[in-house]
């Protein structure tokens, strides 16, 4: 029987090592981040990981700020744990990121760990890194992009024309294990989104050698529309159910 | 003595009078998502938005109405529209890497006289950030730039070369500033309007490359 869902998020993050490259989505917003897998990979401590996202997070110190700050526009739920978590508990060694800083005068906890030569950065604009991990899901090992010819991205890149414009040679993006969220899914691992939450969790699904869904509700096999599932259950390898009440990082669960 | 300068909404009305019916386009972080706000009735355009959304409705200004699930590329709440579509982000960089934005409009810390685009790195700051707009910049069929005429010190903008660290190179075709419009052309860049009070040689005084004054040089209008 086939059947991809694990009882806590602890177990959920078993089995990711020292050192690991891990892909994880999150756009900005509270909705389409995996919060809690997140936070069972900050009370693993595993140290050394290299992760691949859009941003670096804001962490722990900054988030009442951003919570008050973004209180106008949006709500930021109390349960809304970011990378910046793993950036402040020192777990990083290295971010391969598109938005690392800060709009405005202030620094990241990312930022300021770059800045003091504790993290490496690897700067890389969103497409590319979107497509370096559908290219890995795709067995596809490099691809050819115009976006960064003649810039600061472009050093110690291959660049090869074709039909009179310059493309970079990129490579593929593949990760020790992906990190996501979904709306609803299946013991097959299936999955459903909710609008901009696709984001890049779709994308990093099958991505890496395990990929972990975190989501809000799980049905039963047959009830998900063959038409909406976005990722096929063959590209998850554990789903974990997201608690109703909002619970502290830190504890077990 | 010059006129006042134009607010942040009123830029994003003069980039907007650029949208044609049909179109395409993605909106920046900043000046550009007011863009979304100035689309005459009559024209049917199309919002992208880097994270997956293609043809969404107006921004939600009250966080009691927002969805979290329906977030712009500013984590700015949208509201849904009919006829538009979600997809993953390695399709939304396909739509834009493809050839698919018809304009983006971005914010930028400076431009050059050869429409070379910084805005990665922002001034005093170590650490920079692409986000979407180097795939935007290298990419879209047009690229317009808003942003204020000169920085806090008052120091030009618009520069003959970028001391800041370059996104793209020669990619910029318009500027829209708080006092002027500015198109980059091969032969140089053209003042095509300038703010109301502003004359061409006020503006000249505030931009480092030499301007060329358009014959139908105009009056940025505010309707």
């Known amino acids: 029987m086939i059947n991809k869902i694990v009882n806590t998020f602890d177990e959920a993050v078993s089995g990711i090592k020292e050192g690991a490259k891990l892909l994880i989505a999150s756009f900005g917003g509270p909705a389409e981040c995996p919060s809690y897998l997140i936070a069972a990979l900050a009370r693993t401590g595993i140290k050394n990981l290299t992760v691949v996202s859009n941003s670096g997070g804001w962490g722990t110190e900054f988030m009442e700020a951003i919570r008050t700050r973004m209180s106008s526009v949006l709500t930021f739920p109390p349960d809304f744990y970011d990378l910046g978590l793993l950036v402040e508990r020192g777990q990083l060694t290295k971010g391969i990121l598109a938005v690392p800083a800060a709009i405005g005068r202030i620094h990241t906890p990312f930022e300021k760990k770059v800045m003091n030569g504790e993290v490496e950065l690897e700067l890389v604009g969103q497409g590319t890194i979107a497509e370096g991990i559908r290219a890995a899901r795709a067995g596809i090992a490099a691809f050819y992009t115009p976006t960064g010819v003649g810039t600061f991205v472009a050093e110690g890149k291959e660049v090869r024309e074709f039909d009179g414009r310059k493309y970079l040679l990129e490579h593929a993006i593949k990760g020790d294990a992906s990190l996501i969220r979904a709306h609803k899914a299946d013991r097959y691992g299936n999955l459903t989104y909710r609008g901009s939450a696709r984001t890049f969790n779709a994308t990093m699904a099958g991505a890496s050698t395990v990929t972990i869904a975190e989501v809000d509700e799980v049905v039963e096999l047959g009830e998900l529309d063959p038409e909406q599932i976005v990722t096929p259950g063959i590209y998850v390898q554990r789903v974990v159910v997201r608690p109703r009440e909002p619970r502290p990082w830190d504890k077990p669960m | ?223």
């Open chain 2, 1 to 223: 003595m010059a006129g006042a300068r134009l607010d942040e909404r009123s830029i994003a009305l003069c980039a907007a009078r650029e949208f044609q019916d049909g179109m395409l386009v993605n909106l920046g972080i900043g000046i550009p998502t007011a863009c979304v706000t100035f689309i005459p009735p009559d024209k049917e355009v199309l919002f992208h938005s880097e994270n997956g959304l293609v043809g969404f409705g107006q921004i939600i200004e009250d966080p009691q109405l927002a969805d979290a699930n329906l977030i712009n590329a500013g984590a700015q709440p949208v509201s849904p529209k009919p006829g538009m579509v979600i997809v993953d982000h390695a399709e939304s960089f396909a739509i834009v890497r493809g050839g698919h934005i018809d304009i983006s409009v971005l914010g930028a810390f400076q431009v050059s006289e050869k429409g070379d685009l910084a805005n990665n790195v922002m001034p005093g700051k170590q650490v920079g950030s692409l986000g979407g707009g180097q795939d935007l910049a290298f990419c879209a069929k047009k690229l317009i730039v808003t942003m204020t005429h000169t920085d806090k010190e008052n120091r030009p903008k618009i520069v003959k070369q970028c001391s800041s660290r370059i996104t793209a190179p020669e990619c910029v075709d318009l500027i829209v500033t708080d006092i002027a419009v500015v198109e980059v052309t091969d032969r140089g860049l053209v003042l095509r309007e300038v703010a109301p009070g502003w004359t061409a040689e006020e503006v000249q005084a505030l931009t480092e490359p030499r301007l060329i004054v358009s014959p139908e040089l105009k009056e940025m209008g505010l309707m």
